[in-house]
Structure formats: structure tokens, C-alpha cells
């Protein structure tokens, strides 16, 4: 044991030293911010004072040539959100925005948001009675940041403040500079109707407003005006009326809404005045009974309709070819060694094995669904396999998969108890490792769309909660259903081999599957925080194995001790893993709206393909037919421009791209054609399918431009 000691004790030296040198590296070396937005959160008041209201303030230091958004983002883009975290009886008001500006692509999209810095402020108001000697207000800040492409970033921020009889001011050059960022407040009984094409806003200014400088229309409700679209402001006496070309959303949803009236004068100087204007009670659209109806039936499909039944029989198809995807095939060695040790059970236990499976994949389905219905609820703009955007979401699964992997190998052996009833993890033995195998199932099929899902899952979402998770449900079932009925008929049960010492040698062989897919979930790793944590994320599986090692010291002092320091030392290091910016391949062009749009305001053909790390079945399809010596000759021949956008992190503008094609996950592929020689119209954008080949690829494009 002496021996052993010292063994302990240089490894766990050497990874102090290691953590140490290794994790302080990536700032050492960074070019870029590690965020392209730092946020300072202050409070105008040096102690909360019962009773009496006070500010807090963010300032957002923006990178040179990035920017983040208003609460309207305009035509692309994500509002910042702060959610507050306050002891009982506070009560915080709604973000005061400051004065927004527009932020033109070319002309082809505007955004409404901020360049270089941006103050928010919030007032809190405190109970009239406290008993805390101090407080402390906690921030949850999420924003999206945007150049060529765009970044998700977000941070916790707090201050804290005592408790006093009389406060007094504080921070007061920081908000003397967010107040002067701040639209002022008016009561102006502002209108606005359609007319025509057109919005028209009229404002009564009671001879506040001059016609010197340009006056620009913010407001706070989406697709009300054309953003792109010129502004014309008409003065008549206390009277100013503004005119845009109307937006694509029914006026009917906006009885009113906050907005923002901005005038710059020619001297730079700005002035804004912030207001709420309500829609025309004359212009109000009416709705008639038969709208109401056909309303009715496109956005809730009732039980047993036609249009519903379909949608789960394609939902249940979509689950069952999943079998057959790459995303599926390390699970698929599992459930084999599953069923190769059952084959000699009775008919009952089998069947149980089988619904316990099925129970775990339909769970499954359906916790991930409710996931993303509740994020979506909150205006996350998430999709499905949204879960392997998050790169320790990925850690994760990787080291799981290694473990599993030294299980099967017979490095060490985990049980679990269900019920009372004794089930090894990974071997097969019992109703619970049946069902963790359908939960590992669900957990790597999610990130993939078979085909027949993508129109599943685009309508499910669409729909209330209730129909929505009986389509996931199904999904589900779908996927467990070829086991299930294995399990529940007795000649397909019979065709399997029958037990023997060989399957001893067969489990062994089955823990490389699951080495190669650790494998894997590192290479995305890597895709999605760089070769740094890629190296973390090795060395974390070698001090697993070492940790495991150790089982059999575990009442020895120093093997307690050293398993404390090294797992102190790997959480220390992967604590903020790097954000690496996805660059595209040669000869490819970055998604974003504004590139696209270029491309399609020219002649020539566009093919866009949206893709991710973690998606077996993109990565297939590129190595076999998109990214092949072949297809470069086909693109080329035919002047096609290759537009990729990489949603292996989250990509609010991706999300988006997708929504527009009824599609919540990847891969999808788009293909525009050329415009018409003699009309130059463009013929509409055509979806392909999910699998493809070269012959399917090149088929699809003869067929569109014929």
C-alpha cells in the first residue's frame, strides 16, 4: 500500500499543477473577448430605505462593431432579458429602455438595438417593512450580440445594499448618463391605424415637437410597419402624423403598444420621447364567425380530426425509421446485447423488458417536449436537439459514454435498485437498465429528424400543450415500437441466437461502440469551444478511470483525499469552458439573413444547408454527397452558391431560418433557383429531403430548373 501512496500522491500533485497551468492558458492566449458585451449593474442609492423606490442600472460595454438589441429587435435578431432574483415583498417595474437606433443591412433588413453602449434601468420598490440588515437584488441577464454572425451571451450580476432609515444618492454620474439615454415620458394620446398599405401614426404634441431634424418610429410591438420601409412625417399645427408602409402582422392582435419617437437634428443632437399609442377604435378589423372558424381550425386541431390523426401517424413513422439513423447506432449495441441476454426468458418477462424499454423512450420524449414548450413559452426561440447546443450538456454525455464503456469492458461494475429489484446499468439485467437504455435511446435520437418528423414536429408546435405532447408521444412510441413488438412476439423472438459464454466476449466488444461515440461527442465539443476543451474534456475521462480505480482504497485516507482535490481540480477547470466562433469552410458562404438576402436579390442559384456538429445524420450526408469532389463540380457548373449555417451552438437567426420552413431541428436543405430569364422572377425555395445521395441531390436540381 506504501507503493500506492506514493503513486496517489504524485498524480494528484501533478494535477493541481496541471489544472493550474492548463485552464489559466485560454485567457493568456485569447485574441477575441472571452464576451463581446460586459455588463456593470449599480443602484442610484446607497441603502434601501423601507417603502421608498429606487433604480438599478445595467450598462452594456459593447464590442467595436457589434451590437445588441431593443425590446423590438426589428427584423432579426433577440431583445436582451433580465430576470431578477429579490427577497419577499419587492417588486421590480419594467425594463426602461434606452432610446433605440436603427441598424441597417445594406437594403435589405433593418434592426432596431445599440452599438458601442446601453443603459436599462429598473425601479424596485421595497416593502414598507424590512427585517434584513442588508439586500441583495440578483440579475439573470441574457442578450444577443451580433456582427457577421451572431453570439448568445448572458451573466449573473447582483448588488447588495443595507438596510437605512434615510438613503442617499449614489452611483449618480453613472445614471446622470443612463437618464440621458432614456426617451422622455409622455401622456400624448397617441393613434395608430391602417390605411390601406400603410401604418399611420397620429401624434397630438401639443406644440412640443418641431419639424426640424429626422423623425424615426420605434415601436415596441413586432410586425406593425415595414422596417426597411422609408418613414414620412407630416406637420399640422399641434398635430404630427408619421406614414409607413404597414407590416404583415393583423392590427387586430395590437390594441396598443409602447413606442419610441426619435428626432435627430442636423447637429447630431438627439431628442426621444417615449409613449403608448393605441390602436383606432374606428379601424378595428372585425371578424366575422367564419373567420373565427377557419381561425379556429388552423391553429387547434381537435381530438380525432383527420388533420391530427395524420400528424401522429406521421410522428409515430418519423420515430420508428429513427432505428435506422447514425444518431441512434451506439444505442442499437445495447439494446442488442439486451436482447441477446433475454432471448431464453418466458413470454412474460420478455414483454416486461419491452414496455419497460418503451416506458423510458416515451418519458423521455416527452420531458424533452415539455422542455421545449415551457422554454419556448418563456420567448426562447429553441428547436429540437436543442439540448446539445449547451457544450457541458455534451461533457456530459461524454463522460457517460465512457463510463459506460469501461462498464461493458468489465473495468468495474454499477448497480442500481428499482423497485427493490436489482438492475445493472448497462448489462441488460432487469426492468430499470431496460428503461435507462430507452432514456439513453431518446437522449441520443433527439439531435436527428427522420424524415416524416420534420412536418410532425413543425406542427405539433403550433398546436395547444395537450396535442402537441401526444405527437412527441408517439414519436416516441414509434422508436421503441421495433423492440416492443420483439419482445411481444414469441417468432421473433426465436430467431435470436441463444445465450452462451460467447456473450461474455460480445458484451466486451460492445464497450468500443461506446468509446467511439465518447469520441464523437468530443470532436463536437471541440466544434463548439475549441481545442482547449477538447484537452479538458480527455483529461476529465482519464481522471474518471483513475477515480474508479481507487474504489477499492476508498477507506484509506489518501485515496478519500486525492479523489476530493482531483474532482475539486476538474469542476475548477471546466467551470466556464471558451466560446469558439464557428467559421465557415472554404468556398462556403455564413449563414446570416442578410447574406442570404443578398445572394437572392442576384440571378444566380443558392443552396442553403443548415447543419451541426452533433447531427450524425448532416455530417453523413456532407462527407457522402454535399462537401465530395463531385457536388464542388456541380455547384461550380451550375453557379450555385453553398450557404451553411452551423446551429452546433445556439443561433437565434438559425432558429429562425428554420421556423420559416415549419422545421424544428437540422438538417435542412433549401435550394433557390435561378430567376427566370424572361420574367426574373425566382421560383420558390424548395426543401430536399433529409437523406440524401448524389443522385437525389442532382435530381433535385435538374427538376427545379426545368
Not at 430576470?83 to 435589405?108: C, N, S
Not at 408602409?245 to 435627430?264: H, Q, W
Amino acid at each position: 500500500m506504501k507503493q500506492l501512496s506514493r503513486l496517489q500522491k504524485f498524480f494528484a500533485v501533478f494535477c493541481l499543477v496541471f489544472s493550474v497551468a492548463v485552464f489559466a492558458a485560454p485567457a493568456a492566449q485569447a485574441e477575441e473577448p472571452a464576451q463581446y458585451v460586459t455588463v456593470d449593474m449599480k443602484a442610484d442609492t446607497d441603502g434601501v430605505q423601507p417603502g421608498k423606490s429606487f433604480l438599478i442600472g445595467f450598462k452594456q460595454t459593447i464590442y467595436p462593431e457589434w451590437h445588441t438589441y431593443w425590446k423590438n429587435p426589428g427584423d432579426t435578431g433577440a431583445e436582451t432579458r433580465i430576470k431578477l432574483t429579490m427577497p419577499d415583498g419587492f417588486t421590480a417595474g419594467d425594463i426602461l429602455w434606452q432610446t433605440p437606433e436603427r441598424v441597417p443591412y445594406g437594403d435589405v433588413f433593418v434592426n432596431y438595438g445599440y452599438a458601442h453602449e446601453a443603459y436599462f434601468l429598473m425601479e424596485i420598490t421595497p416593502p414598507a417593512e424590512i427585517t434584513a440588515k442588508d439586500v441583495t437584488i440578483t440579475a439573470d441577464k441574457s442578450w444577443l450580440v451580433c456582427k457577421e454572425i451572431c453570439i448568445p451571451e448572458d451573466g449573473q450580476y447582483s448588488v447588495t445594499l443595507p438596510v437605512k432609515a434615510a438613503a442617499s444618492p449614489a452611483n449618480t454620474d453613472f445614471f446622470a448618463a443612463a437618464r440621458a439615454h432614456q426617451p422622455e415620458e409622455k401622456d400624448w394620446a397617441v393613434e395608430f391605424a391602417r390605411e390601406g398599405d400603410n401604418f399611420v401614426l397620429t401624434v397630438p404634441h401639443g406644440g412640443s415637437l418641431t419639424a426640424d431634424g429626422t423623425i424615426t418610429f420605434f415601436p415596441a410591438a413586432w410586425g406593425l410597419i415595414d422596417n426597411l420601409a422609408a418613414q414620412q412625417s407630416e406637420f399640422k399645427a399641434d398635430m404630427l402624423t408619421v406614414t409607413v408602409k404597414a407590416g404583415d402582422r393583423d392590427f387586430s392582435e395590437v390594441p396598443e403598444t409602447m413606442a419610441v419617437l426619435r428626432i435627430d437634428d442636423a447637429e447630431g443632437a438627439t431628442k426621444a420621447y417615449r409613449f403608448t399609442a393605441k390602436k383606432n377604435a374606428d379601424n378595428a378589423l372585425a371578424i366575422t364567425p367564419a373567420q373565427e372558424t377557419v381561425s379556429d381550425t388552423l391553429v387547434t386541431d381537435r381530438f380525432f380530426s383527420f388533420r391530427f390523426l395524420t400528424h401522429l401517424l406521421l410522428a409515430m413513422l418519423g420515430g420508428m425509421i429513427l432505428n435506422l439513423m447514425p444518431c441512434v447506432f451506439p444505442v442499437l449495441s445495447l439494446k442488442a446485447l439486451s436482447l441477446v441476454k433475454h432471448g431464453d426468458h418466458g413470454r412474460g418477462k420478455a414483454a416486461m423488458q419491452g414496455l419497460s424499454y418503451t416506458c423510458g423512450v416515451v418519458a423521455s420524449f416527452g420531458l424533452v417536449a415539455g422542455a421545449l414548450m415551457v422554454f419556448q413559452s418563456f420567448g426562447a426561440a429553441v428547436g429540437w436537439g436543442f439540448q446539445l447546443q449547451n457544450p457541458y450538456v455534451i461533457l456530459g454525455l461524454g463522460a457517460l459514454m465512457f463510463l459506460i464503456g469501461l462498464n461493458l469492458a468489465g473495468f468495474f461494475e454499477i448497480t442500481l435498485n428499482f423497485g427493490g429489484a436489482g438492475a445493472s446499468l448497462t448489462r441488460g439485467e432487469g426492468y430499470g437498465a431496460s428503461f435507462f437504455t430507452g432514456v439513453l435511446a431518446t437522449i441520443l435520437a433527439t439531435p436527428c429528424t427522420a424524415p416524416f418528423m420534420a412536418a410532425a414536429i413543425g406542427y405539433a408546435l403550433t398546436q395547444p400543450a395537450v396535442q402537441a405532447i401526444f405527437v412527441f408521444l408517439f414519436m416516441g412510441l414509434g422508436l421503441a415500437l421495433p423492440y416492443l413488438l420483439l419482445t411481444l412476439i414469441p417468432a421473433l423472438r426465436a430467431a435470436l441466437p441463444r445465450p452462451g459464454a460467447w456473450m461474455e466476449r460480445f458484451r466486451q466488444f460492445l464497450a468500443f461502440p461506446m468509446f467511439l461515440t465518447a469520441t464523437w461527442l468530443v470532436w463536437v465539443l471541440g466544434q463548439q469551444a475549441g481545442m482547449d476543451a477538447v484537452f479538458l474534456s480527455l483529461a476529465m475521462f482519464v481522471a474518471l478511470a483513475w477515480i474508479i480505480w481507487l474504489k477499492d482504497s476508498q477507506k484509506k485516507f489518501w485515496s478519500r483525499g486525492f479523489t476530493l482535490v482531483l474532482v475539486a481540480a476538474l469542476f475548477c477547470g471546466l467551470y466556464k469552458l471558451p466560446v469558439t466562433p464557428v467559421q465557415p469552410a472554404p468556398g462556403e458562404i455564413a449563414y446570416t439573413q442578410a447574406a442570404l438576402d443578398k445572394l437572392l436579390a442576384a440571378d444566380k442559384p443558392v443552396l442553403v444547408n443548415m447543419t451541426a456538429a452533433w447531427c450524425i445524420t448532416c455530417k453523413m450526408n456532407e462527407r457522402a454527397v454535399l462537401k465530395t469532389d463531385a457536388a464542388h463540380q456541380l455547384f461550380e457548373s451550375r453557379g450555385i452558391t453553398l450557404v451553411t449555417g452551423d446551429w452546433t451552438r445556439y443561433d437565434e437567426a438559425i432558429t429562425a431560418y428554420l421556423e420559416q420552413f415549419q422545421r424544428r431541428g437540422v438538417p435542412l436543405y433549401v435550394y433557390y433557383g435561378p430567376r427566370n430569364a424572361e420574367s426574373g422572377e425566382r421560383p420558390a425555395p424548395k426543401v430536399l429531403p433529409q437523406l440524401l445521395t448524389p443522385q437525389i441531390l442532382r435530381n433535385a436540381l435538374d427538376a427545379e430548373e426545368k
